[in-house]
């Protein structure tokens, strides 16, 4: 069975002004391209801000882009869907603005869902989309953060969609997340790790410990979507400008810190970075571009706290954000942020088994971005394709007793 997980996407975010038909041109071309090019058997998207930054005028789009999307011709050959759109922005308590689409191709014959609260699998048949309340929906679980977790947002939409699923007698779980931004890129660079860092584990941990508590039986699991994760700002920053001195300016009426500035010792003082709140101008963006940016991994530190729990696939494409939101400018970063691997798909450690069976050919598997040369939004999506065989749920050649479907 040859599978396609991607993250994140952001639906209807500066496109509000085109026609749908272009939105869909604009948004999908480039996702459709990928599904026809590996040609996965169970192809599973993990959308965040659902509706966009202006969810409240355009979540009206959202509605009409998942019809056009389920009825094109480029997904024909999908004979099953199952689409959780959380539209429901009037309720601060529940909100998350977290989208999963699940494309099943007509091919694959044996494919159940599991339903957590009869607690057992059902045969997925058709194509469903639900964006009511998601809170009541059966086939998934939904939770979002709680507000102490980052009380600096007064209206946080981050949290988690729970979705399981039985291939055969494969069996595991696909998490949809999205974690806590850095608010202020001052704030970022006063320690290592930064504070916000620290919310991220917290939340992440939560996650981790919620999709493996004692409710339901522990399965291999895929956690993708936009984690946030940045690149170590005290460490790469002192990398970036190790040459140059820094000259910080205070705001005239509270005397707090409103700006870094950091110039070469000589070179006539050229201004090599400025730091704001919402400001990371570099004076060499190549180096986030180079050689897909690699020599800056060793700053991407977030993951190896969890690195008993969370495997990752070898990074081999450029920081997934922030992308210009300009779309003549695809290639390019906007100088708001430090450019970051936001963007991964994770896997536990017996997921991680089922991708990397021996049987798999090495060409099988690719985990890389999509649309590098063309705008996306701020974020760049990422994609992995594999395959996994029959028995491939079988720890110890016993079949999962949770692949078995009541």
């Known amino acids: 069975v040859a599978g396609l997980l991607v993250g994140p996407g952001t639906i ?10 272009l939105l869909f041109d604009v948004f999908s071309s ?33 509605d009409s882009f998942v019809k056009e999307l389920l009825s094109s011709d480029a997904m024909k050959e999908y004979s099953r869907a199952r689409v959780y759109l959380d539209e429901n922005y009037k309720s601060q308590e529940h909100f998350t603005a977290l989208g999963s689409f699940y494309f099943i191709h007509e091919s694959l014959k044996n494919i159940h869902q599991f339903d957590f609260k009869a607690k057992k699998f059902k045969k997925v048949v058709g194509k469903e989309t639900c964006s009511e309340t998601l809170e009541s929906t ?76 004692q409710r339901h039986e522990k399965l291999p699991y895929f956690v993708f979507g936009d984690f946030n994760f940045r690149l170590d700002s005290k460490q790469v920053i002192e990398s970036l400008c190790s040459t140059a001195t820094m000259q910080t300016v205070r705001a005239a009426d509270t005397n707090e810190v409103d700006k870094l500035i950091f110039r070469e010792s000589d070179n006539d003082r050229k201004v090599v970075l400025q730091l704001e709140k919402k400001l990371f ?105 594999f395959r996994i065989t029959a028995g491939a749920g079988k720890p110890n050649a016993n079949k999962h007793k949770c692949c078995v479907v009541q």
């Open 281 to 385: 101008n570099y004076v060499n963006q190549d180096v986030f571009r180079e050689n897909n940016g690699t020599s800056l991994l060793e700053f991407d530190k977030e993951l190896s706290v969890f690195k008993d729990r969370l495997h990752e696939l070898e990074i081999s494409f450029p920081p997934s954000y922030p992308y210009s939101e300009d779309s003549s400018q695809g290639k390019e970063y906007m100088n708001t942020r430090c450019p970051a691997w936001c963007d991964r798909i994770l896997m536990s450690p017996f997921a991680r088994d089922l991708v990397l069976k021996p049987e798999n050919e090495e060409k099988s598997i690719v985990y890389d971005n999509i649309g590098p040369n063309v705008c996306m939004g701020d974020h760049k999506p990422v994609f992995l394709s």
């Open 30 to 62: 480039l996702p459709l391209q990928t599904v026809q090019s590996h040609k996965p058997h169970f192809v599973a998207v993990h959308c965040q801000e659902v509706g966009g930054k202006n969810y409240e005028a355009s979540m009206s789009h959202v």
């Open 12 to 21: 209807c975010t500066k496109w509000n002004c085109l026609s749908l038909s």
């Open 138 to 213: 059966p086939s998934l679980e939904k939770e979002k953060f709680p507000q102490d977790y980052f009380p600096e947002c007064k209206w946080s939409r981050k949290g988690f969609i729970r979705t399981r699923w039985a291939l055969a007698d494969c069996a595991f779980d696909l998490v949809n997340i999205h974690l806590f931004h850095d608010a202020s890129n001052l704030v970022a660079w006063e320690k290592s790790p930064s504070v916000y860092s620290g919310t991220r584990q917290k939340a992440l941990g939560y996650v981790l410990d919620r999709i493996t508590d």
